[in-house]
Structures are given as structure tokens and as C-alpha cells.
């Protein structure tokens, strides 16, 4: 029996490997060729300290020196003492290229492309492979390479998986840019398009509290690919609440799917806001922190925010200035190209 362990770096290069039942997670790493930072391999230099995010491990000695007992509460692991029980992920702060890794490179062709509103397009992409070899974590981004150039650009998995042999990406149409202008006037079902990932330190984390959700428009598509994770997973029972700001109303998409999680988890909500609402709207109007129930941050909480700088500025300010519960924050912000 093996589990399949998410090794996360620093720069957000995420490799997938296979531990055997009782090896470590060093030796499996080198193994696969991915070399983590490694000095004594005896529990005691912390050379190959990590976290554990996720998932079932046991650890073999480990020098006080090397980690505190409230470290290893905290989820702190040495790589070289560490044996897994069931899969999990795994982050260390160090850049990929020092252990030898590189992002993979993948191929596929568009299989749906659907404009959901004013300012976004789904797009799905056949694998070549039908997904044998991609795998990510809910709420990683692939590089995408725009057909016909030799731009890339970056986008947040709306999936959880690929086992189903295709990739899901909610695309913000801008006025021109390369990605808008080639979805807009030159995509086509069957267009080839090549990606590199998986990529991004942003990530669903095991679920052990209330998590708190926040969207800036297309930055919804990281946490669809999050919520159809639980839904798949079947045993959430932490409440979660989902906060989708926009600029304008023709901006809003997806809500149908938002709808359906409703119906499938147990303790999930959402709340919409539109900053420069048209005369036609009837919903609320301000920014996204307008919607936060301080009510619900009263207990300890987990925040995952993603969408642009400002969005994800606001909400860390507004945090620490409200009077909430302790919280780990967790964010990627959308960098204009």
C-alpha cells in the first residue's frame, strides 16, 4: 500500500510522489527525484524541516533542538523522520530549483468555451493523457500558453481534479489583452493549447474550522475547484462561508454552481456585492468586506481569499483592525498582466 504525498514549495512548484507504506518521506522524495534539503537524515539538524498541511504522519525521533513539541503540535515535520499513513501535503520554504524540480508541461484542446458574462469566460481543455499525470491541489493555477504566441498567462483551476481527463479555468474577459482577445475573436473547440503546473501556494488546507471565503471576481474560480473538493470528499461538516464581490452586476457567473453546493454540503452559504451596481440591480452594493458577519468570526476561523490587490489588502486590514476570532490567512492575489 503507498500514499501519494503534495510536496508545495515556496515559489508555489507543487511535485506529486508515491510513499511506500512505513518509508520516509525523505527517501521517497529522492527517490522520485525530488531532492529536499537534507543534512544528518537522524531527526536532530532540522536541515529538512517542513509543514504538514494535511493528512496522517508519524514521526520518528526528533531532537528537541531540532522542533519544539508545540512546533510538532503546530504540524512542523522533518522530512527525514516522517512517515505517512494516509496522503497529505506538505510545504517547504524553499524554492523548487534547489531540489531540482521544475513545473511539468502539459497538452490539450478545447472542449468547451462559454462566455458566463459580461467579463468572463469557462474554458475546459481535453487532456492528451485523459489527466493520468496532472494533479494539483484545489485552488492551484496552471500557466497557460495563448495559441498562435508565445505569451503565457496565469489561471486558477476551476476543478478539483483531472481524473476526469479535462481542466476547467474562469477567465476575466478585459477590454484587450492577448488571453481576452484570442477567447473574444479566435477560440475554437479543438484549439491546442499547452500549460505548465501545478503552481501557487494557495491551496485548501485540511478543513478543521469555519473557513471564511472571499472572491474578487474571477478569483471565484480557485474556490469553485475548493468547494467541488469537499462536495467530493463527503464528510465536511465546518461551516463555510462565501464572500463574491464584483464591480459591476453583468460581472457576477457561476451562481447556479454556488447554488448546487448549497444542496450538497452541509453548512455552506454565500453572499454577493457589486461595487458600481447597474440601475438594474437589486441586490447589495459596496465592497466585499461589507459582507463580513462578525457574528460568524467569532470562533476560531480559516480565511481564504482570492482576487486583486486591493481586495485582498482590504480584507487583511479590515481583520485586523475588527474585533474577530483567531484566524490563519491564506491568499493569492491576481496580478495584472
Not at 508545495?8 to 522520485?32: H, P, W, Y
Not at 531540489?99 to 475546459?124: H, P, Y
Not at 488571453?179 to 493549447?193: F, H
Not at 459591476?248 to 457589486?274: C, H, T
Amino acid at each position: 500500500m503507498s500514499h501519494t504525498a503534495a510536496i508545495v514549495f515556496r515559489d508555489g512548484n507543487t511535485r506529486f510522489i508515491e510513499v511506500k507504506e512505513n518509508e520516509l518521506l525523505m527517501d521517497a522524495s529522492l527517490r522520485q527525484g525530488v531532492n529536499l534539503p537534507v543534512d544528518c537524515r537522524e531527526g536532530v539538524c532540522a536541515t529538512c524541516r517542513g509543514q504538514c498541511e494535511s493528512g496522517e504522519i508519524e514521526l520518528d525521533y526528533v531532537d528537541e533542538e531540532a522542533l519544539t513539541e508545540k512546533e510538532i503540535e503546530a504540524g512542523h515535520i522533518l522530512a527525514c523522520q516522517t512517515r505517512l499513513k494516509s496522503s497529505g501535503s506538505f510545504y517547504f520554504d524553499v524554492d523548487s530549483t534547489l531540489c531540482s524540480v521544475s513545473s511539468e508541461r502539459f497538452k490539450g484542446s478545447v472542449r468547451v468555451f462559454n462566455q458566463v458574462s459580461d467579463a468572463a469566460a469557462l474554458i475546459e481543455i481535453q487532456l492528451e493523457d485523459e489527466g493520468g499525470r496532472l494533479r494539483y491541489l484545489p485552488g492551484q493555477y496552471a500557466r497557460l500558453q495563448i495559441p498562435g504566441t508565445d505569451q503565457w498567462r496565469a489561471y486558477s483551476f476551476a476543478n478539483y481534479s483531472a481524473a476526469e481527463g479535462y481542466v476547467r479555468f474562469l477567465i476575466r474577459l478585459l477590454p484587450s489583452g492577448v488571453m481576452s482577445d484570442y477567447l473574444r475573436y479566435r477560440c475554437r473547440v479543438g484549439d491546442e493549447i499547452t500549460f505548465e503546473a501545478p503552481m501557487g501556494a494557495f491551496y485548501l488546507r485540511e478543513v478543521e474550522r469555519p473557513l471564511l471565503m472571499v472572491a474578487g471576481g474571477t478569483g471565484l474560480s480557485a474556490f469553485l475547484g475548493m468547494l467541488e473538493d469537499l462536495v467530493a470528499r463527503g464528510n465536511c461538516t465546518q461551516a463555510i462561508r462565501l464572500c463574491y464581490g464584483v464591480t459591476q452586476d453583468m460581472d457576477l457567473s457561476e451562481l447556479d454552481r454556488l447554488d448546487s453546493f448549497k444542496e450538497q454540503l452541509a453548512d455552506f452559504d454565500y453572499d454577493v456585492i457589486v461595487m458600481k451596481p447597474s440601475e438594474h440591480w437589486q441586490g447589495k452594493q459596496g465592497v466585499v468586506c461589507d459582507l463580513f458577519d462578525k457574528e460568524y468570526l467569532q470562533q476560531p476561523f480559516d480565511a481564504y481569499l482570492c482576487g486583486p490587490p486591493p481586495m485582498i489588502d482590504a480584507t487583511q486590514t479590515w481583520l485586523e483592525v475588527n474585533q474577530v476570532a483567531d484566524y490563519k490567512l491564506y491568499f493569492e492575489k491576481f496580478v495584472s498582466s
